[in-house]
């Protein structure tokens, strides 16, 4: 599955969360990323990509053997006694073909023959004497939870003192949020990827990471992940609908208190609607649902209606 791609696909990724960080902020003491006025978490998409390229590279073979590599990620150089995180124009250098010289040209195309994430989600090549930047085909908008929730404050103690001859451990401050529905809207541009070379094959392994990617992040801050649902529209020509997670709903009894997907279900309904609206112009639809999760179109139980549905 090496073919570039060349249809637009357009996304919808949910996963549910349960007393832990899903994005925590280090300017505001690495509390959850919050919206004060209506009660919802945030997630940068830096996040999410961030979680696909650790998939990628952790259980992928993305790791730099085989010719296969992650750009963005932290790389050291050891000189003496020190230890230095790399610049971008130094992980730049590390792409470079074994001959005396190498072309802006060849330079370029090596590293989006290597490295998926580039080809994925671009980015901006630092050369010896330029750059090269690449538009991602792939794009998310900020995350964002479905349900209100709110940030918990935990307090925990230290297993050392802070130093020498203190009486007591050192104590720490946690935040976490109780439960909560994060969506993302994405987008494959096929435009982009004509640049960037993106191939089905990367479309595949993109998906794969998003779903086990989520699920495979096992931290401590943020073990209690998982992923719900993940909707992907193919079109036949460059359109999208747009807006798809604005489109979704949750209907519970629970209201401010929901803590599980037992507590709700999603109505899908507005988005239905928009596939059956615009049929002429969709090549195929695959929804892929956790089985926690019951789906409702105009609050009866979802079908198929010419959507693939792979519940897990």
């Not at 007393?19 to 505001?28: I, M, Q, R, T």
């Not at 023959?113 to 994925?120: F, S």
């Not at 993109?206 to 086990?212: A, E, Q, S, T, V």
């Not at 037992?262 to 899908?268: A, R, V």
Request: aromatic content about 8%; proline content about 3%.
């Amino acid at each position: 599955m090496t073919k570039i791609i060349e249809n637009r696909t357009e996304l919808l990724f949910l996963y549910d969360i349960e007393n832990a960080n899903p994005n925590g902020d280090p300017l505001n003491e690495n509390r959850p990323r919050f919206d004060h006025e209506d009660s919802t978490a945030i997630v940068s998409d830096v996040r999410l990509k961030r979680t696909i390229r650790d998939y990628w590279f952790e259980y992928k073979g993305h790791n730099g053997q085989a010719d296969k590599d992650i750009f963005v990620r932290e790389t050291k150089t050891v000189e003496k006694d020190n230890e230095y995180i790399n610049d971008g124009k130094t992980r730049s250098d590390h792409f470079k073909l074994d001959k005396k010289k190498t072309s802006k040209a060849e330079h370029r195309d090596y590293i989006l023959q290597r490295c998926i994430d580039i080809r994925v989600f671009g980015g901006v090549l630092p050369l010896a004497k330029d750059s090269i930047t690449f538009t991602g085909p792939v794009q998310f908008q900020m995350g964002r939870s479905l349900n209100r929730t709110g940030i918990v404050e935990e307090m925990g103690t230290g297993a050392f003192a802070s130093g020498k001859k203190k009486l007591q451990a050192t104590l720490r401050t946690e935040y976490k949020l109780p439960y909560a529905v994060i969506g993302f809207n994405g987008i494959i541009n096929e435009k982009a990827a004509a640049y960037s070379k993106m191939t089905e094959q990367d479309r595949e392994e993109l998906l794969d990471g998003m779903w086990n990617g989520t699920k495979s992040l096992i931290s401590r801050s943020k073990f209690g992940q998982q992923p719900l649902l993940l909707l992907c529209i193919e079109y036949k020509e460059p359109f999208y609908i747009g807006n798809l997670r604005q489109r979704l709903r949750l209907v519970s009894e629970a209201e401010d208190k929901i803590r599980s997907a037992s507590d709700y279900q999603l109505e899908m309904g507005a988005i239905v609607e928009q596939l059956n609206r615009y049929s002429d112009k969709i090549k195929s639809v695959t929804l892929r649902l956790d089985s926690r999760l019951t789906c409702l179109e105009n609050g009866e139980v979802l079908q198929a209606n010419g959507m693939e549905i792979i519940t897990v």
